[in-house]
């Protein structure tokens, strides 16, 4: 048991600083790693978290999403009672952070949501060294192996040129997803306007106006088949649905760690799956508990039981923490997939 940390209903609580991070309920004090919806609810007392994860709760919730913010850069060092706190990047989505909590000698992270692939859009992920390790498991099987993002690019670019007559329709998560497969279509040398579904265009906009290089973007409006030839993205429900149909028989990719499951691409109907993702793969969750050199590895979100298998095949305590309410697009998957 990592003593600055305990599990409640509300999530994980560190009761020496009166915090709660990523609670599932409202709480009087919290910290938020990041703005995706099942970590960054409205409602709660005070936050803290990066100026982008406010910035990002902002532009979903409303300016009131909470009695008061407080915004803290990566590195910097803040004190509630006896604890020291602060955030370093995740390299999981803009303004991603992994929470370090210090006290008398003992360093505890909750890493949030990560990866350790390169991202042109956010801070790169950063080993920050600790007793006790709280861990993601999303794609916590030794199936998972993300390929690299350019291959993935690769396949949506040359079946372009093979159906140039085509709509390429590309489902992507709205915070992180969608910016990320535009800044690697643009270092992949793409530079024609990319239209975007209006469910984007605000998380889009804010990337860009904090200058991430994202090229020429443009709502989709009413457009339909005048679009043949070019990308359009869209939430990945959108792929599916009526709306997608204006665009006559377009070409739907989807781009999610989930691809390289070839049933949930049926099930989502991406005839073109491209691996991309968010999250740490198998190998790079492993070498991540190892570089973090905690004895204590606390699992979280998705496939528990393989990690905290491997934890202990390597010397580790790993405990599984079976939280519930993680649930966003890509975690919601997950639960989904372990379960069958
Ligand atoms: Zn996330
Ligand atoms: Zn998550």
Redesign the pocket.
């Known amino acids: 048991m990592s003593d600055l940390l305990t599990l409640t209903p509300e999530g994980l609580y560190c009761p020496e600083a009166g915090v709660h991070i990523d609670p599932v309920r409202p709480v009087e004090k919290a910290v938020i790693?990041?703005?995706?919806a099942?970590?960054a609810r409205s409602g709660h007392g005070a936050v803290l978290a990066t100026g982008q994860t406010l910035d990002i709760m902002a532009i979903r919730y409303g300016e009131n999403f909470c009695g008061s913010a407080q915004a803290i850069g990566y590195g910097e060092t803040l004190k509630l009672r006896d604890v020291e706190i602060s955030l370093h990047p995740a390299g999981?989505?803009l303004g991603?952070a992994q929470v370090l909590l210090s006290s008398a000698g003992r360093r505890t992270v909750v890493s949030?949501?990560y990866k350790r692939q390169a991202d042109p859009t956010c801070a790169p992920f950063e080993v920050v060294p600790c007793d006790t390790f709280v861990t993601e498991a999303t794609f916590g099987l030794p199936v998972f192996r993300h390929p690299p993002a350019r291959e993935e690019i690769a396949k949506l670019l040359s079946s372009l040129e093979l159906f140039p007559e085509q709509t390429h329709l590309v489902g992507a998560y709205a915070?992180?997803k969608a910016q990320r497969v535009l800044a690697e279509l643009r270092a992949a040398g793409y530079q024609k306007t990319v239209y975007l579904h209006g469910a984007l265009e605000k998380l889009t906009a804010y990337y860009r106006s904090q200058g991430i290089e994202l090229g020429d973007v443009e709502p989709v409006g009413q457009r339909g088949k005048e679009l043949a030839g070019e990308i359009v993205m869209c939430p990945p429900g959108q792929l599916s649905d009526r709306w997608s149909r204006r665009f006559g028989d377009p070409v739907a990719a989807m781009a999610s760690g989930w691809m390289r499951v070839r049933a949930r691409a049926r099930q989502r109907g991406a005839e073109l799956p491209l691996i991309l993702s968010?999250?740490a793969d198998w190998d790079d969750l492993c070498r991540t508990i190892l570089e973090t050199g905690a004895e204590q590895i606390w699992v979280t979100h998705g496939a528990e039981e393989a990690l905290v298998h491997w934890c202990e095949l390597n010397g580790r305590n790993a405990r599984p923490l079976n939280m519930i309410g993680y649930d966003?697009g890509?975690?919601a998957d997950v639960a989904r997939a372990a379960q069958g």
């Open positions: 790693t990041h703005g995706h099942d970590h999981h989505v991603s949030g949501d915070l992180g968010d999250h966003d890509e975690d």
